[in-house]
């Protein structure tokens, strides 16, 4: 269970739910509203005021390396910091089974970072993420360079994911992608975050 209670920064106004382990919930909102700004919060990555804990232990009592592999945010445009893509992970041979399932060939390991489709890249990144295990995913628009058949790969994906237990909080601006994933949504309006009906 991801407890976040009075979360705020220069953004966000004070934010309160919770997203239990194995569910899924989907954020939405206008563009600039604050819907990465809530997932990087939650995730250690910016500054924020607050309360986020994992399981009832909060966040301040793991160190912060930790607590993002654990509760890992998959940004919509990933950073790269190797020339190709293998390099990218520490047991290559590891990420095979995820791109099969993700629709991506084994040989895409060797290819050069630079010659990737923005599709590529946001499933690469999210292997980045899946090899980590971690009980909380925050993804912000992880299939919004994807065809309908990539798309079904990685929701297929998630739901295996959150039958391990994961708990999920997706960006979308894709209400089916929503309905079809989601059994809750937060809107999030000018930095508020509320509970949709
Ligand atoms: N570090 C920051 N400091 C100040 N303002 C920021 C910071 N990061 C983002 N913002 C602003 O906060 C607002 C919300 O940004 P955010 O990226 O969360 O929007 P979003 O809801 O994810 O939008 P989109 O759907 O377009 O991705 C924007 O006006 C953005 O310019």
């Not at 194995?22 to 809530?38: H, I, R, W």
């Not at 990555?45 to 912060?64: C, F, H, I, K, N």
């Amino acid at each position: 269970m991801l407890t976040v209670r009075n979360l705020s920064s220069r953004v966000l106004k004070p934010a309160s739910f919770a997203v239990a382990s194995g569910t899924c919930v989907a954020v939405q909102g206008p563009s600039g509203a604050g819907k990465s700004v809530l997932l990087r919060a939650i995730a250690d990555l910016d500054p924020a005021a607050g309360e986020v804990a994992l399981d009832g232990r909060p966040r301040e009592s793991m160190p912060a390396p930790r607590w993002r592999r654990s509760v890992t945010y998959v940004a919509a445009e990933s950073g790269w910091w190797s020339e190709t893509v293998a390099g990218h992970f520490p047991d290559p041979t590891a990420a095979v089974p995820i791109f099969s399932e993700l629709g991506l060939p084994a040989a895409a390991l060797d290819w050069p970072v630079l010659r990737l489709s923005t599709g590529e890249r946001q499933r690469i990144a999210l292997v980045r993420a899946l090899l980590l295990h971690p009980r909380v995913l925050l993804l912000d628009e992880p299939t919004s360079a994807l065809d309908p058949e990539a798309t079904a790969l990685v929701e297929a994906r998630l739901r295996r994911e959150q039958g391990r237990g994961c708990a999920i909080l997706i960006v979308t601006h894709a209400a089916a992608q929503a309905d079809r994933l989601a059994a809750r949504r937060l809107l999030v309006e000018d930095g508020a975050v509320r509970e949709a009906a």
